[in-house]
């Protein structure tokens, strides 16, 4: 009988402390969406790239067009530059909620051996980070 109340204890307290809203820690979402962003460097996706920069009107497709040649331009310096980027890493993250801006420091490792820190303003538009 000692052993059922003990379970039965136990499995309240299990019960209770299952039931604890896990909070979602906005640093932690803005890291890993800037980091994505760059992972589209990467991975040569240049449109997604520049779609994860905040716009607050619509570009011309023009402009947009310069921003993704842009984002080539870059890729294609680091690589004559580093031997290119291989991989990228959030270092650290934080986030102001009052104002629904973050920074995003990421680490971009280079084919040569290098490494690099860059810091990436990111900004909450309509519950979604996108790079500033």
């Known amino acids: 009988m000692k052993k059922l109340l003990f379970f039965m204890i136990l499995m309240i307290g299990v019960g209770v402390t299952s039931c604890k809203k896990e909070e979602i820690d906005p640093a932690a979402v803005a890291g ?9 460097l990467l991975d040569g996706k240049y449109e997604e790239f520049v779609d994860g920069h905040y716009q607050p009107d619509s570009i011309p497709g023009v402009y947009r067009e310069q921003l ?34 973050a920074n995003v420091f990421l680490n971009i490792a280079y084919g040569d051996s290098t490494t690099e820190e860059v810091v990436v303003p990111m900004v909450l538009v309509d519950g979604n980070w996108m790079m500033k």
Not at 32 to 40: D, E, L, R
Not at 73 to 81: A, D, I, R, S
């Open 68 to 101: 993704i040649t842009n984002a080539k331009m870059f890729v294609g310096l680091q690589k004559e530059v580093h031997q290119g980027m291989v991989k990228v890493d959030v270092a650290k993250a934080s986030a102001d909620t009052a104002n629904h801006v």
């Open 32 to 40: 890993n969406v800037a980091k994505q962003y760059y992972q589209y």
